[in-house]
Structure formats: C-alpha cells, structure tokens
C-alpha cells in the first residue's frame, strides 16, 4: 500500500510510504507525458500507467468505481501534458527508410527518403474530417469501423517492415543489426500497441454514449478489442486480416430477435435426450510433427517464463491444443459407467468403498487421446457441455472381478431403453479468474449422483509444465444416505521440448465420514535415475477399528492389483477394459454457448492442420470474453451461472438429485 498524489500542475504522479509523509519527498514519480494509462482486463480494481520512460506501475484501487475516477483524472492530465509537449517541440526532419520491395519480382531492398514521414509511410490518409466550426455530438460506428480499417493496413505495413528489417544480411552497410534498424522495429511496435490501446479507450467511450442515444431494443454485443501486435506473429509469420472481414468484427449490432449471446439464452436448461446420437469422433493426439515444427515458437515462449510462474494467463500457442474442451476431458471421468454404477451395489460399506477405489483409478486412463501431451482448450466462462451414456442393465449387475469386467462389451445399438440405465452429465465454466468448472453426473434409478469443481492452476516448471486440480468432488449415494469426498492428483506434463508426455503424481484422498473408510492414494511421478512411469500405490482403512482392508499397487494406465487383508489378489486390466461413447446431440442443434459447437471452428482449422485459421478463432472467441468481461466489470454487473450456484467454497448443481430424493419425489 502506497500514498498516491497527482501533481495535475506538474504532471507527475508521485507516491508515498503513507499519507503522513506526503509533506517529504516522494519515494517514487511517474512522468504522465506520453504515458498510457489503461484499465486492466485482470479485475475490475487493477490499472496500469505504462510510463514515456518504459516503466510500468501495476495499481490496484480499492474498489470499480475508485479506479475509473483515477483512471480518468490520469488520463485527462496525461493529454494534457502530452500535448502540450508536442506543441513546444515540433517534430525533427530526419532519415527514414523504405523496407517494402521494390517491384513485383524484387528482393526487399533498403532506400534512403530524406523527406519521408510516418504518415506517407504508412499511407494513413484522413476520412470524413470534420469541418472546422462543426462539433460531432458522437462518433458514428462506421467511423470507428474506418479507424480500424487504418490501423488494420498500419498493423499489415509494420509487419512487413519487421520482416523487411529481419530479411536483410547481418552484416554489411545496411545489417538487420544495425541500431537504427532495431529502434525503429521497436518503436514502430510500441506505436502500435499505443494505438490499439487508445482505440480500445474510445471505443469504450463511445459504448458509454451509445447506453443513451441507440434505439429502443438495439444494443451492442461486442467489439474486437484490443490485441498486442506481438500476440499476431507466430514464428515470423503474421496471419491474414483481409479488410472485408474486418469489417464485420469490428461493431456487431444485434436486435433482440437476435439473442445468441444474450446471457439468459446461452442453452437450453433441458437436453432431450432423443437428440442425443452415440459419439461417432475419433480425436487421436498423435502428432508429433507440429512441436517439431514449431520448436523455435516454443523456445521463445519458454524465453518469456520463470521458474513457478502462473500460466493462467499466459497465451499458449495453438498447435499444441488438444481438439476438444476441458469440459468435455472432464466428461472421460465417466468413460467406464459400468463401474460407477456398480458402486452402489456393493452389499457392504467395505464393499462399496471398494468399488468407488476401483472406479477412480480407471477414471483417468481414458483421458489421454494418444501419447501425445496436449492441452484442451481453456473453457470460457459460461461454457457448457452436456452427455449422456446408456449402459445396459446386466453389465452393472454382473459381479465386479477381473476375469467378469475384462470381457464385458459396450452397449449395443439395438439395446433398448428399458434394458440400459442412463447417465447423465453436465458440465460449466462458472469462472474465468480463477479458471473453476463445476460439473455433475447422475443415474435416477441407481440412487446417485456425483458433484464436482476444479479449479486448475497451472505453473511452469523449467523443461516440465505443472497443473494442480484444486477443489474437490462428493458421491452420493442416496439409498445408503452416504456421501463419498474426494480429491484430484496433479498433471504434469514432461519434455515439452521433445516428446510431451502426461504423467500424475500427488496424494489424494476418499472419505466416507458415515461409515468411516478412508482411502489415501498415492500417484508417484518418475524419479530422475531407475522408477517406473505412472505408478501408483494405496490403502482402504477402517478408521475406527484402524484396520487396512486392501491395498493398491500397479500403474494407473495399466494393471492395477488390489490384495485384500486376507490375502486375496484380484488384477484388473485397465486395457482391456471395455469403454462405453457417450452419447452428444449433433452440433448444429447444440447452443451457441456448448462446448462443440462454441468451439467448432477451431477443431476444424486442427483438423486440417490450419494453424493459423485456429489461431484467428481461437483469438476471437477469447478477445470476445475479455471485452464481455470488461463491460461487467465497468457496470458492475456480476456473472450469472446457468447450471450451478457458489455454496461456501465450492459450486453445486441447481437440480441435484439429493434435493428431489430428499423431498421424497
């Protein structure tokens, strides 16, 4: 906590240990000429002035409506003193260079132009001035569409100067070393990302006048706000914006009888089932060519990071995106619904305590498409994905040994409904800082439900990337009134400059409070020298009588051995174990806001291996969220989830099936 004064006469921002020292020297000022102050897209609290000198001050107001007044009266000072510098020193005649190629069929080449200025150079022309005398009472959207159609041919021109500068020799009379050259790639960078910042302060404005002058049921969605010039290359390679797409991303206006992103009509709170088909898309991780490809894209990132930093905010690239969501990955807890649903038939607290273990160990095998580490897509919030899965009657009825389990086969497409329970499962992104999702599986007529939230926080680990699965989940087992708590281990994933693998390791833990098991597993990661990959041991307790029931050894993608206290082993194959599709309605009939659908764009440009056309959806859909975010965060409007509610520290479904059990439905 520091003392802040705004010097408005000096145009300084001075800061202080305390407000009782404000009388003796600041302990540090802040130059507001040319600086850019600017709200951040973090909280609703945070803003940053980002200082002529390059000095950054990260500030935190104590609540929304205290920033926009610092950030105003720091802005208004900041045009002040900047434009009064720009009067008093006029700008200096001095050389430039010209880049661009000379021709058609030319190599770039470098001229000297004695006379040329920024504005030839980029070829900026004024449109639409208005007339001296003649005040505008608001900017129309097609000018704003006409200033981003400017920056847009400026972004394209000082991509091209940096390859330009980049392509020449490293040596000779003109080198892509020479410090001109390089200060001129920098400044033209930071002008860039000047620009784009003030356009994102106007157009903020210019949403604030149009709250009171656009006609009755018009209202604006959203604007592609601002992005870092440096965030649209990708390895040397600047993709594509052509001026005509442009146009339509810049201001969409919808009416109400165009409601896709309106909150309240993200998704239908009720899928029918009829429209639910068997999952048909095979999504293999197999290939290795485009890490290959893209080291160089991955070295410069890893350039950037430090040991322990948080990635939840840093921007991955796209190549190494798994083509699916998380929320569909956390969808494969339940690949094996079998076994989930024969928790409930073990005719003993031992037993079912037994079975829940048995279940949880060959939940996360399933989640991995290939040997391949990728990374799912980060959910936005408001996110869903919604599934189901028919298992038939006499697989969950069957005793669980190993011989029973390794030979049983999926459901069958003419099984009937009557012959099948049904498992249901609904997953939502119900924050975006911290990322947490909540998700929730159920089967009526077996008297269970499971409830669930994960917040992922992930850190970068030197040659490793560490994920750890905060929160937790909770079984209910209605018919035995028994609640089953349970935690998630750690992902890590290894060699992210050669072959990425997935490996887990942590302790986590399953209690039974009413009928006192326990179970504490362990996941080892590999040791440096000698150990074997994905191993994982534990033990099944009696807590009051303090007595070890069964203990756990073997790999977790593999071949777990379950020996009991009395000296039975028991072997279950984790490959051979059969694995049931979930069933999906079809894209085209999925909300605007379910996971398939929401990020349909992006799978396919994987799919055919479109990098680029990826990275442009994948960009849009979060600039989008950024920018909705923004907006609630200036009208203090708070974020309505759809399918779950916060309840202490965790999230709970809206309809779980111990309320309606419990009210005797």
Partial sequence: ?????????????????????????????????????????????????????????????????????????????????????????????????????????????????????????????????????????????????????????????????????????????????????????????????????????????????????????????????????????????????????????????????????????????????????????????????AVEEQRSVILHLLSQLKLGMDLTRVVLPTFILEKRSLLEMYADFLSHPDLFLSISGGSTPEARMLRFVEYYLTSFHEGRKGALAKKPYNPIIGETFHCSWRVPKDHVQAPQTSETSQDQTPPQEDTTDKDCYTVRFVAEQVSHHPPVSGFYAECPERKMCVNAHVWTKSKFMGMSIGVTMVGEGVLHLLEYDEEYTFTLPCAYARSILTVPWVELGGKVNVNCLKTGYSAAITFHTKPFYGGKLHRVTGEVKHNVTNTVVCKIQGEWNSILEFTSSNGDTRNVDLTKLPVTRKRVRPVEKQGPFESRRLWSHVTEALMTKNIEKATEHKRALEERQRAEERHRAETETPWETKHFSKEGDGWIYNRPLWKSWSSGL
């Fill in 1 to 289: 906590f520091r003392f802040f004064v705004l010097n408005n006469e000096a145009g300084l921002l001075e800061y202080f240990v305390n407000e009782q020292s404000k009388n003796q020297k600041p302990r540090g000022t802040v130059q507001l000429a040319g600086a850019v102050i600017s709200p951040s897209d973090e909280d609703s609290h945070t803003f940053t002035v980002n200082a002529a000198s390059g000095e950054l001050y990260k500030l935190r107001a104590s609540d929304t409506k205290e920033r926009q007044h610092w950030v105003s009266r720091l802005q208004i000072c900041t045009q002040h003193h900047t434009e009064a510098i720009g009067k008093n020193n006029p700008p200096l005649k001095s050389r430039s260079f010209s880049l661009a190629s000379q021709g058609s069929g030319s190599s770039p080449g470098c001229q000297r132009r004695p006379s040329q200025n920024a504005s030839s150079f980029f070829n900026i022309g004024h449109h639409r001035a208005v007339p001296t005398g003649r005040k505008a009472q608001m900017l129309q959207p097609d000018h704003l569409g006409e200033v981003r159609e400017m920056m847009t041919r400026a972004e394209s021109q000082q991509r091209e100067l940096m390859r330009s500068i980049e392509g020449l020799p490293s040596s000779g009379h003109f080198s892509s070393l020479d410090q001109d050259l390089l200060m001129l790639k920098a400044t033209s960078l930071a002008t860039m990302n000047c620009l784009n910042d003030c356009f994102h302060m106007l157009y903020q404005q210019h949403t604030a006048l149009q709250k009171h002058s656009l006609p009755l049921g018009v209202t604006i969605n959203w604007l592609e706000p601002k992005s870092l010039l440096s965030e649209h290359l990708e390895n040397g390679e600047a993709p594509r914006f052509p001026v005509e797409e442009s146009k339509e991303q810049d201001l969409l206006i919808e009416t109400q009888g165009e409601p896709e992103s309106s909150q309240l009509s993200r998704d239908p709170v009720d899928i029918d089932s009829e429209e639910e088909l068997e999952d048909s898309c095979e999504l293999t991780e197999d290939d290795l060519g």
